[in-house]
């Protein structure tokens, strides 16, 4: 079992250091080069220690466009590239604000208010968000398989209603987008948008995110019949006689964290398309993931993550 962080956020010098951040250009360039480089700063594209901050000549104070320059390959950069934040316009001050309230907020935050609250434009208030969840998503080629305790579920998502009824079909038949999660107890939650919730296709995302020596907990469903042979063991509730635990035996966990997604939709967002969705549970299994930090932490290891990845304006519908 993995041991919790008691942390306090009065603990935490982020806490401290953020609202300056928000507010502020010069600090909050200053904060995000102190995540990314500590006390080494060096150059993005060689590597060289031997860089220095480039400053007005008329004034001794900082360029305004907060330019370092080495001295080995001659070249200028900035603390932007090679992030999600490259080549974009808007201030760090707002990229800050913006990632402290989306890795704080359990829920998620909304377009709509970050714009309001940064006083910018809808589409750059959107562009921001998808940047920074993406910056939250999760590297599948190195992330580790679950092991231990292993609750699997599915959820459903969106979706139009039965003509004329205004409800939704349940079960299978259902028009909403299916999303399967494995969550592993006191760990790491994995989640994707899946095709259906056929056996073929759970128990082939089962095999990719989950040990072989791990104990599977599932519902009844006919779906994941058959995986005990793979697994060390394999235990179901059945909901439909209303069991929902035995014992140790539940999915109570990955209810759990299919019940936020459903308060973030229904509360945050209303609405978001199939063809979007992964981001959105991109950030909602990286605040899981992250959830034994204080939110000054988390903020911090968001930013990081920023770090190594750019999200062009055209996209793969699969990125």
Request: charged share 25%; hydrophobic share 35%; aromatic share 8%.
């Amino acid at each position: 079992m993995r041991e919790r962080k008691t942390h306090h956020l009065s603990n935490s010098p982020t806490v401290a250091e953020i609202p300056l951040a928000c507010s502020n250009e010069l600090a909050a360039v200053e904060f995000i080069e102190k995540q990314r480089w500590g006390n080494d700063p060096h150059c993005i594209h060689c590597g060289s220690v031997d860089v220095y901050k480039m400053t007005d000549r008329k004034t001794g104070e900082r360029n305004k466009r907060f330019l370092w320059r080495c001295n080995d390959c001659k070249k200028q950069y900035t603390v932007r590239v090679g992030t999600v934040y490259e080549e974009t316009r808007l201030p760090l001050r707002h990229w800050c604000y913006a990632f402290w309230r989306m890795a704080t907020s359990k829920k998620g935050v909304a377009a709509l208010e970050l714009k309001r609250q940064l006083n910018i434009s809808y589409t750059s208030a959107l562009f921001l968000a998808n940047r920074i969840r993406f910056a939250m998503s999760p590297d599948v080629e190195t992330a580790p398989k679950l092991t231990g305790t292993v609750e699997c579920d599915e959820v459903y998502i969106g979706g139009k209603p039965r003509p004329g009824t205004g409800k939704h079909k349940r079960g299978r038949g259902t028009s909403k987008t299916p999303v399967f999660v494995a969550v592993e107890r006191d760990g790491q939650i994995r989640r994707r948008v899946v095709a259906d919730v056929t056996g073929a296709t759970l128990k082939a995302a089962i095999r990719e995110v989950v040990e072989t020596s791990a104990n599977l907990m599932t519902d009844e469903n006919n779906s994941y019949n058959g995986l005990a042979p793979e697994f060390a063991s394999h235990e179901t509730v059945c909901h439909g006689t209303k069991e929902y635990a035995r014992g140790n035996v539940h999915t109570n966990t990955a209810e759990s964290s299919n019940a936020l997604v459903k308060r973030g939709l229904m509360g945050i967002y209303h609405n978001v398309s199939k063809e979007y969705l992964h981001r959105y549970l991109w950030q909602w299994d990286f605040c899981w993931n992250k959830r034994y930090m204080n939110d000054g932490e988390r903020t911090v290891a968001a930013i990081h993550a920023a770090e190594g990845k750019r999200l062009m304006y055209k996209q793969p519908t699969d990125c």
